[in-house]
């Protein structure tokens, strides 16, 4: 079998590291790496990017521009795990499972941009709901999200690692902290697009101190609405939506059984897998609702999303490696 040549610029970072991981074992692969001095050589990168068949950006928002704008051939498919391009022109949004007809155009695309690990859990709850008509487009909504401190690549993990050893001059930080509180989170704009509704969501993110997982919340005061859905009907038109999709799970209905004692949603337990799972929890007494993803960052957040979309857009099997 011919071997895929695969280039990862920015291999050395945590989202580098861990397709690195994922695809260094496969023989339909070639990994074609960079010397380590010229790492950040944008000659040699160009050079690299234009030689093979998929080079998977795994940088800053600014490198990442700089190296597609220096894409010379039409053969070569980038996938680019920034922000950069996820609303871009031209570029194709890399979640397979968002709506019917998504994989496909991964598949022909030769730019497409892997979602951010935030929007990967939000419109995993809400794009049915929106698609469906159970929510209307203008309906007002609240994210509150916890991530892993690996969420904030390599400069984040050294914090938190010189905190956690206590080495002089260590940052302070937090069990729990939330931040963006000014409102211009760089998800926001993925978040409105491909949710389908109106208006950016308001989106409170956290980061707490544990490396890698991820839980975002998204609660729906249901009151607000002349006919509000019943928690059963939200339920099952998520459930609806993606039957027959490995990926993306939606627990069974209000399942405490899942939650560690009962008592606690984990944000870990999606960890080392490339599955973002779905809770529904509601009183239809008081039409509250709240949905819940939990999901890896660095799993179907970031790099098990980059390695399914790369088997997507080289027509392997889509959970190769995963
Ligand atoms: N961490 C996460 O949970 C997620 C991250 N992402 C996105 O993936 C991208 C990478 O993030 P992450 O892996 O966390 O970041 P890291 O900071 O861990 O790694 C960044 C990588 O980019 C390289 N790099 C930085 N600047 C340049 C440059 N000018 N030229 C060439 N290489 C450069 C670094 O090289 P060097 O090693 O030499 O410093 C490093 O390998 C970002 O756009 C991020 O938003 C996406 C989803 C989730
Ligand atoms: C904890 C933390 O800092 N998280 C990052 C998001 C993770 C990430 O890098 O986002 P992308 O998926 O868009 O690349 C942040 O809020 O900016």
């Not at 994922?22 to 050589?41: F, G, P, Y």
């Not at 956290?206 to 890698?212: K, M, N, S």
């Not at 390695?307 to 099997?317: D, K, W």
Request: proline share 6%.
């Amino acid at each position: 079998m011919t071997k895929r040549k695969i280039f990862i610029d920015g291999e050395s970072g945590t989202t580098g590291l861990q397709i690195y991981s994922r695809l260094n074992q496969r023989d339909d692969i070639e990994l074609v790496n960079i010397e380590a001095s010229r790492r950040r050589d944008s000659a040699e990168r160009a050079k690299l990017i234009n030689a093979v068949d998929v080079a998977i950006l795994c940088l800053p928002d600014d490198a990442a521009r700089e190296a597609v704008s220096n894409v010379r051939s039409d053969k070569v498919k980038i996938l680019d795990a920034s922000t950069a391009h996820r609303t871009a022109e031209g570029w194709v949004y890399g979640f397979p499972e968002l709506s019917s007809g998504q994989r496909e155009k991964i598949a022909s695309a030769q730019f497409v941009s892997v979602p951010g690990c935030y929007p990967t859990g939000f419109l995993a709850c809400i794009r049915p709901l929106i698609d469906k008509g159970l929510l209307p487009s203008h309906f007002p909504i609240t994210i509150n999200a916890v991530s892993g401190y690996s969420g904030g690549g390599k400069n984040l993990i050294k914090d938190y690692h010189a905190f956690h050893d206590q080495q002089a001059g260590a940052p302070s930080l937090y069990p729990y902290g939330i931040y963006s509180t000014q409102f211009g989170h760089k998800h926001l704009k993925e978040m409105r697009k491909y949710s389908g509704l109106a208006s950016p969501p308001l989106f409170v993110p956290a980061v707490g101190d544990f490396e890698q997982g991820m839980l975002v919340q998204v609660p729906l005061p249901l009151w607000t609405l002349d006919h509000p859905p019943s928690g059963e009907v939200i339920h099952q038109a998520i459930a609806d939506y993606y039957q027959g999709e490995k990926f993306v799970q939606i627990a069974p209905f209000e399942d405490s059984t899942l939650l560690r004692d009962g008592k606690f949603l984990d944000p870990m337990a999606m960890n080392g897998t490339n599955i973002v799972q779905i809770f529904v929890f509601a009183n239809d007494t008081t039409h509250e609702a709240l949905l819940v993803a939990r999901l890896d960052n660095l799993g179907k957040g970031a790099s098990g999303a980059a390695v399914q979309n790369l088997n997507i857009m080289l027509g392997f099997p889509e959970d190769l490696g995963l």
